[in-house]
């Protein structure tokens, strides 16, 4: 169990955080940051998204991750799959560009566990450490310092890991190595967003036979499978509005997609397969960029 009180009371006073990924989730990490007295650097990746308010904020924008890399002594990165974590890393100008004994790598993104222990190994050839830290809990949460973090470290970076993330999170899990923090944030996403597809099918079947679903979320709330993802699920199919689930169809089906890849027999697990395949068929027709609530049209 790790004490985050404990962590919270360590200075940063001189060292600079780098922070690569200003998105909905990025962004709201950068402002607890800076909420509390963080210095910040970070370069736009491939959108300017989030920049903007990230400077107002008093960050400091540079050219490329192996900038920020030169300026930091430890770097966030908060990217939607491995893919841009290997290019932030080893790109051109990438993070590994620059000689710094000693960089700590903190990637909170949801990630391929296996691909991220060979980033791990390659970057720890020039003396730099990584861990995964993925988060649970969303934007709103990550401005408020309120994350949850499932911790895949090495016990010597473990303590400057959680001095960082204490920032941003109200938890942190140490599960063990690299990588594991992010298997157990792809088996709970699994889970999530089964939940989620199971929800939407609930929502039509009740339309179809003349029910209206409001009678099954004030039924739901009073029962044993009450909570507040399906509550929020709900609230948005009755009342629409803007989605309180601001996670994409695409983001999900790259979820399922490395949950699957990690499987010794994947043929074994059918309702992460239906799962998988419920989504897949929404990026098909072009639903990726639009939030779970996008499945209530299917």
């Known amino acids: 169990m790790i004490n985050i009180n404990s962590y919270r009371e360590i200075s940063l006073q001189h060292k600079r955080v780098g922070l690569i990924g200003l998105g909905r989730m990025g962004i709201g990490i950068a402002v607890s940051l800076i909420r509390n007295r963080e210095r910040m650097v970070s370069c736009a990746n ?3 998204r989030g920049m903007t308010e990230f400077l107002k904020l008093g960050g400091v924008e540079v050219a490329s991750p192996g900038a920020v890399a030169k300026l930091c002594d430890t770097i966030v990165l908060s990217l939607p799959s491995t893919d841009e974590v290997e290019e932030v890393c080893f790109g051109e100008a990438g993070i590994s560009s620059i000689v710094h004994d000693g960089l700590l790598i903190v990637d909170t993104t949801t990630g391929h566990p296996l691909r991220t222990k060979k980033i791990a190994d390659r970057l720890a050839l020039q003396n730099i450490r990584y861990v995964d830290a993925p988060l649970t809990r969303g934007p709103i949460e990550a401005r408020r310092g309120e994350l949850n973090a499932i911790l895949g470290s090495s016990d010597d970076s473990l ?8 920032r941003f999170c109200g938890y942190i899990l140490h599960v063990g190595a690299v990588g594991e923090g992010q298997k157990i944030k792809l088996l709970n996403n699994a889970l999530s967003m089964g939940v989620v597809a199971l929800a939407a099918d609930m929502v ?33 199919a009755i009342e629409k509005g803007e989605d309180p689930l601001q996670f994409t169809i695409g983001s999900a089906s790259k979820d399922l997609d490395y949950c699957f890849d990690i499987l010794d027999t994947p043929e074994d697990y059918q ?28």
């Open 204 to 236: 039509g079947a009740a339309r179809s036979i003349g029910i209206e679903p409001n009678y099954l979320k004030l039924l739901i709330e009073r029962g044993g499978v009450n909570n507040s993802l399906t509550q929020a699920f709900l609230k948005f």
């Open 159 to 166: 303590a400057d890991a959680c001095t960082v993330l204490s």
């Open 46 to 48: 491939n959108s300017r």
């Open 271 to 298: 309702m992460f397969a239906a799962a998988r395949e419920v989504y897949f068929a929404s990026v098909l027709r072009g639903q990726s960029d639009r939030t779970l609530g996008g499945l209530l049209d299917n």
